[in-house]
């Protein structure tokens, strides 16, 4: 498996080519990038820029882990906004358009949420019109990430929807696309069940994976904690992927970043990934 860093591990603001500088430094394989609404990687971004990233990319001697974005959030595939699901189903195709330039695999995609308690005022959404309007959009998308060559990775995240391995089996099951798998994050199953079980189960699906880890006992937001200081039993986790054949990246998501120092988190993550690995 190839060791990743995510991009919202670095300090917000950062250049892109400061991060893929200092995520060599450290010890990474990969970066995974962020399509954002502006700035470098953004909405209007172009070829040209794409291909500048590119080469500060081979400049560095440094893979490309993923390409993830946050605009799902505002712009959920399963609004009530019709034009806000034309809006979320427009940038999944602009991501894979992206991500076949930057020769990344697989995207990570939230396919839209039941409810977001994290997000002041984010709309709830009948759970079982969620369930129709996300497949019927990742239905629609995946023939483009066919046309692309780029697999949709669906995000197992705090969004009251999906929320078993079981029923992710069962949605990507039924959009029935080689291009549609799981971007499977491992700190994100760990306030209701057991990471070990949702990689044994999804199995082939699983297209990517995040590292994080978190402490049941914290709670919330807050039981986001480094990587080997949680609950994550991550020798388990290890032996899962291995069972399941897994050898792509495994990608560390350390939101947020440390307040002081804030460098020092990407080498601290290095190191435990390390260990998980085994490479020390």
Known sequence: MKKGINIWSFRDGTPVADCIKLAKKAGFDGIELSLNEEGELGLGSTEKDLRDILARLEEAELGIAGLATGLYWSYPMTSENAATREKAIDICKKQLDFAAVLGVDAILVIPGAVGVDFIPGAEVV???????????????????????????GIENVWNKFLLSPLEMRSFLDAVGSEFVGSYFDVGNT?????????????????????????????????????????DVDYPAVVAALQAIGYDNYVTAEMIPPYNHHSEQIIFNTSGAMDAILGRN
């Open 126 to 152: 009948d759970y079982e019109r969620a369930y129709d309007r996300a497949l019927d959009a990742i239905s629609k998308l995946a023939p483009y990430a066919k046309q692309t060559g780029v697999s949709i």
């Open 190 to 230: 760990v306030y209701s069940g057991y990471p070990e079980h949702w990689i044994r189960i999804l199995g082939h699906r699983i297209k990517k994976v995040h590292f994080k880890d978190y402490r049941r006992q914290a709670g919330g937001l807050h039981g986001f904690v480094d990587l080997l200081a949680g």
